[in-house]
């Protein structure tokens, strides 16, 4: 995106303003300056035939062509400048007057090429035609030898095709800056398409991985104990009703917030569910959920509990469900704690288990799981520290900072 000049800032805030024109090239400013040298050469030729020879007013005619050399860069002030120069010094000879006549004719065209103000443009045109009729009513056409006459007509024909071909080079450089533009929002959009499905990823494996690792659990265990133990095998296919209702409940909600990103008119049926994302006060239940998978676990809260950001509260609630699902995978029979702690400048959550034996489900397992907690909690600023604890066991550990309050 362009910098916001002062200049653009000006053009923005001024109706009718256009951009600013753009800074001349070292070609186009080394051809106003000759440009505007060999006019005012070409008016002095004329004052030193002038009569009569001592007026004043003649100093001021090779002044007259001089402010061309800024025509591009300041179009509406050099014909304002060049306007009354021209009109005063049109008495002292006929040639003088037409050669301060092609000085307005020039500074007109500047004006209207280049003027970024159409409404000045459009006053100034006027004033600029009664100037060029009033001076070339005085003015006689100089008689040019015929060698002179044949550059005379080739010049002209330069000129325009010499702009011919730099308006073809503006055309291409524009194109090329459009199709160089129209890449960088092909490149952000993918960028962008890229991470949406990365954040649907981890969603979806945070749903998904949970609430089947506990279900494969509780099934096993119901199958074991059909035979021995039949209430508490209901008890366990209960639970894993529960776990299959909570995961689809999460699905729907991930799929739901996926249709609304599509617009309204998709949804007809109002199906979506708009229900909060799970945040720390649905860590009971999700705790409650894991003993009933067997698992032993305890719950701790410490500090003053207060408002916390919406996304942080789902971060922290994953930490604690991936922790719980990899302790169920792979520490059989452990024992893990959770703790929650309201800090002044951050929150800070652990999950810590005593170790155990892998279970069948572990096998499922792709790593990706912390990694994905990583890139979570990295968008809110957290850490997250994982390893072995020097008395057996694994400890999971976030840090998300908080704004004090």
Excluded: C
């Amino acid at each position: 995106m362009d910098a916001l000049t002062p200049q653009r800032l000006r053009a923005a805030v001024r109706p009718g303003a256009g951009p600013p024109p753009p800074l001349p090239t070292r070609r186009g400013w080394a051809f106003d300056v000759a440009l505007a040298l060999f006019l005012a050469t070409l008016s002095s030729h004329y004052v030193r035939i002038a009569q009569p020879p001592h007026s004043p007013l003649l100093l001021l005619v090779p002044v007259v062509p001089l402010p061309l050399a800024l025509r591009r860069r300041y179009p509406l002030a050099v014909l304002w400048t060049v306007l009354p120069l021209a009109l005063l010094v049109r008495h002292q000879s006929e040639d003088i007057a037409y050669s301060a006549g092609v000085a307005v004719v020039i500074a007109a065209y500047s004006a209207a090429a280049y003027g970024r103000r159409p409404a000045a443009v459009l006053a100034s045109l006027p004033a600029a035609t009664v100037a060029l009729v009033v001076l070339f009513a005085a003015a006689k056409l100089p008689h040019f030898p015929n060698g002179v006459v044949a550059v005379l007509l080739l010049v002209p024909v330069l000129a325009v095709a010499y702009e011919r071909r730099m308006w073809r080079r503006r055309v291409a450089e524009g194109h090329e800056r459009l199709s160089a533009l129209e890449r960088e929002q092909l490149a952000a959009l993918q960028r962008a398409v890229e991470h949406e499905r990365a954040r649907i990823a981890r969603e979806l494996h945070d749903v998904v991985t949970h609430n089947v690792s506990m279900m494969t659990i509780q099934a096993g265990a119901a199958r074991k104990i059909l035979d021995t133990a039949p209430d508490k095998a209901r008890e366990a296919m209960a639970a894993v009703e529960t776990g299959g209702r909570a995961a689809m409940t999460e699905l729907r909600h991930v799929m739901g917030l996926l249709t609304i990103e599509a617009g309204p008119g998709d949804d007809p049926a109002g199906t979506a569910d708009l229900s909060p994302q799970p945040g720390l006060a649905r860590l009971d239940a999700l705790v409650e959920g894991v003993r009933q998978a067997g698992l032993t676990v305890g719950l701790t809260v410490t500090g003053e509990r207060r408002a916390v950001p919406p996304g942080v509260e789902l971060a922290a609630y994953r930490v604690v469900q991936e922790a719980l699902t990899n302790t169920v995978k792979h520490a059989g029979g452990a024992a893990a704690e959770v703790t929650v702690a309201y800090a002044p400048g951050h929150l800070a959550v652990e999950v810590t288990d005593t170790g155990g034996r892998p279970t069948g489900a572990a096998a499922t397992g792709n790593g990706r799981g912390l990694i994905g907690l990583r890139e979570r909690l990295a968008v809110y600023g957290g850490t997250l520290h994982t390893g072995s604890r020097p008395r057996g066991g694994y400890r999971v550990k976030a840090l998300i900072p908080l704004e004090s309050s």
